[in-house]
């Protein structure tokens, strides 16, 4: 089946435009995660949902992000006011919930974002 | 805070052994992971340890002592194509819960 799809997978913006990041998680899976991946770096956590609630948004920078997954599946990561430090690349992960703790989370490829 | 430590680089040879090892200390654990990922890749899971021992799998082995905070990825008849970033990650609450990962060690296989 398909994976986790992200889009766009690179996006050139210029300083203080708004960018919205989407992710389409693997059918069926509950959880949902975002992360930030810097050059050189592990996945840095920004936040995640179990279906449409948002568990955690502790990992945000700040005020200018938010995310959304208002029916359980796709999600969307808002940057406003972009900042050239928000350049990065923002990685979708997924993971279906069996309750055993040990669920593998997948990943997407990424959208690769680049703030002028 | 959370902190995971592993190795920046390492160079094996193909055909040997090379053991990549991983210390941490975070605020909870409930879960050590590895994931590989390539240039340009997505990060895709390789083992998972819980409990204490070793979990073998195929030419990948991940090893666990939680009374030391250490564990390590084992990876055996080194490939060309292993070469790629590993990064172990902890998971820090139970449940489907975000893992925190290390910086990643990058392993280049050389003939």
């Known amino acids: 089946g398909a994976g986790v799809s992200q889009s766009p997978r690179y996006k050139v913006t210029k300083r203080g435009q708004d960018v919205a990041l989407r992710c389409d998680p693997i059918?069926?899976?509950?959880?949902l995660y975002w992360y930030r991946q810097a050059l050189g770096q592990g996945p840095e956590f920004l936040t995640y949902f179990n279906y449409e609630a948002q568990q955690d948004k502790s990992g945000l920078p700040n005020d200018r992000f938010s995310a959304e997954r208002p029916e359980g599946s796709i999600s969307t990561l808002t940057i406003q006011r972009t900042e050239q430090r928000d350049s990065a690349m923002y990685r979708c992960?997924?993971?279906?919930?069996?309750?055993?703790?040990?669920?593998?989370?997948?990943f997407g490829p990424g959208t690769r974002l680049l703030v002028l | 805070g959370q902190s995971l430590e592993q190795p920046s680089e390492v160079t094996a040879v193909e055909g040997a052994i090379v053991q990549i090892n991983c210390t941490y200390q975070?605020?909870?654990?409930?879960?050590l992971s590895w994931y590989q990922q390539h240039d340009g890749g997505a990060p895709t899971f390789l083992s998972y340890n819980a409990l204490d021992g070793l979990e073998e799998t195929g030419r990948f082995s991940s090893f666990l002592s939680r009374s030391d905070s250490y564990g390590y990825l084992l990876l055996q008849e080194l490939q060309m194509k292993d070469s790629a970033s590993y990064f172990c990650?902890?998971?820090?609450?139970?449940?489907?819960?975000?893992?925190?990962f290390g910086k990643g060690t990058r392993l280049s296989v050389i003939a």
């Open positions: 992960a997924s993971s279906s919930q069996s309750g055993l703790g040990r669920e593998t989370q997948y």
């Open positions: 975070t605020s909870g654990f409930y879960g």
């Open positions: 059918s069926g899976h509950v959880s």
């Open positions: 990650a902890v998971r820090v609450n139970s449940g489907n819960t975000p893992l925190v």
